[in-house]
């Protein structure tokens, strides 16, 4: 008998019915991410129905997804598939299973709404960077967009960052406390 | 006349900013009034939601929240920012215990779903109308071959209910050809251009933008049209971001309609692919 645990946490953690998958490919052969991946979509989906956690939370596939959602929509058995991944990547992180530059990028750009109310795009970028230790790989797009106006250089500040700071803190509160 | 509440997100008011100049020009000549949100904060875009569905939730209930003391539907340009306030605002409205969840954090800010959320394609059909689109244009854009190219946030919903076909949408390409452009069909209309990827994994943008430029120019297109600001930023950064393939312009959706109506567009150096040649294919009509 195969092993439920991980399938019955990643539904739960998910809401979505991942059992229900039949192993058609679809999900596989619409995804634009593919060469990008290590193992296939519908591979990671049958991973999970086995119980293969680690391969799962350890595999480049949750990373390199796009969130563009053509597996989703595509899926006949009605499985958000790329919800499924996004799920997936809480728990690697959780665990400090996988750490990527996509949740590198994602928590600095958060840090920036959070400080600022919207994104100050300069800085999570240079912030993001700075953490690579890389700060000359992009440089020419850096300089076409502050050439063409297209790169804010200063920070936008909402009025009332107070309560949006003060709203994101109850969250946290509440979600600590269950 | 109708006047929407309008929510520019981050984008549209920095590596966007002419697609506001842009919008807020043709919106002006079909009487639609625009009120910009106040005070309005992110939606937290591809980043939050990966890191925490309630946080993402809670981002766009604030903004919801103040627009719907102003009871005006909720106009985003931004195709992130569509797809994220639409998400949060229809699920609350029948998801009760989600809704009361990010009441209990947005206090005293309190929102229900009541408004509706629309992008730049559904207020030009729903507010102005091909019919009209087609008697009010000045210039004759026969002479324009474009491919729509309509990104993946924007129909692909799930969960919700999505205000064109999920994979063949069709909407932006009717108010296309009631401006009189020659609208290619392509197979490329949704496929992704590598999202938030450009900067931690810049190969990957390349490519996949790549292969959507090569596929508009392999179908005869002058430009691909967009709505979404990080589909056009992507596809006219190809350059800038070390590829050395062909490229076309890639225009927004409203600058089409600029194009129509006046013969010429705001943000015209404000594209990194020169989008001059676009130009010289208008005709008086």
């Known amino acids: 008998m195969d092993d439920l645990t991980f399938l019955k946490e990643m539904e739960r953690e998910s809401a979505e019915q991942i059992s229900a998958c039949y192993q058609c490919y679809r999900c596989t052969t619409g995804c634009p991410a593919l060469p990008e991946m290590d193992i296939v979509p519908h591979r990671v989906i049958r991973y999970i129905m086995l119980g293969e956690r680690d391969k799962v939370l350890a595999s480049r596939t949750i990373w390199s997804c796009l969130q563009c959602y053509t597996c989703s929509v595509r899926c006949p058995n009605d499985i958000h598939i790329g919800h499924v991944f996004d799920t997936a990547r809480k728990i690697a992180v959780r665990e400090n299973k996988a750490l990527s530059d996509v949740w590198t990028f994602d928590t600095l750009f958060l840090d920036s709404v959070r400080k600022h109310g919207r994104l100050y795009e300069m800085e999570a970028i240079m912030r993001y960077k700075l953490k690579k230790k890389d700060l000359f790989s992009d440089t020419r797009m850096g300089l076409d967009m502050m050439r063409k106006g297209r790169m804010a250089l200063l920070p936008h500040n909402i009025k009332d960052k107070k309560g949006l700071q003060r709203a994101l803190g109850r969250l946290a509160q509440k979600a600590r406390e269950t | 006349m109708v006047t929407l509440t309008y ?8 590596g966007s900013k002419f697609y506001e100049a842009s919008i807020q020009k043709v919106f002006s000549t079909y009487g639609i009034g625009l009120r910009e949100l106040p005070d309005w904060s992110c939606c937290g875009a591809s980043a939050a939601h990966t890191i925490d569905e309630d946080v993402a939730h809670v981002l766009v209930a604030r903004n ?21 306030s639409k998400i949060t605002n229809d699920t609350i409205r029948s998801d009760i215990s989600l809704q009361d969840r990010l009441n209990d954090a947005i206090a005293p800010l309190e929102c229900t779903g009541s408004l509706e959320i629309k992008n730049i394609i559904e207020v030009l059909d729903d507010h102005v109308g091909v019919s009209v689109i087609a008697k009010k244009k000045r210039f004759d854009l026969s002479a324009l071959r474009v491919v729509p190219y309509y990104g993946c946030v924007l129909t692909r919903l799930m969960r919700v209910k999505p205000f064109d076909d ?48 090569a596929r508009a ?17 992507n596809l006219d950064l190809l350059p800038s971001l070390g590829s050395t393939i062909p490229v076309i312009p890639t225009l927004f959706l409203s600058e089409v309609f600029e194009l129509a109506l006046y013969g010429r567009m705001i943000g015209l150096s404000s594209h990194f692919v020169p989008a001059e040649t676009v130009v010289t294919k208008i005709k008086e009509a």
Request: with cysteine; aromatic share 6%; proline share 6%.
């Open chain 2, 166 to 213: 999920r994979e063949n949408p069709r909407s932006m390409d009717g108010l296309l050809e009631a401006l009189g452009a020659t609208v290619l069909d392509w197979p490329f209309k949704m496929e992704c251009c590598g999202a938030a990827k450009t900067l931690t994994d810049k190969e990957m943008t390349v490519r996949l933008s790549e292969r959507i430029m």
């Open chain 2, 217 to 233: 120019i392999g179908a005869g297109a002058d430009a691909i049209v967009t709505p979404c600001p990080l589909c056009q930023m």
């Open chain 2, 7 to 14: 929510y520019p997100g981050c984008s549209l008011k920095t």
């Open chain 2, 64 to 84: 919801l929240a103040i627009a719907e003391k102003q009871e005006l539907n909720f106009f985003a340009p931004c195709s992130a920012c569509y797809s994220r």
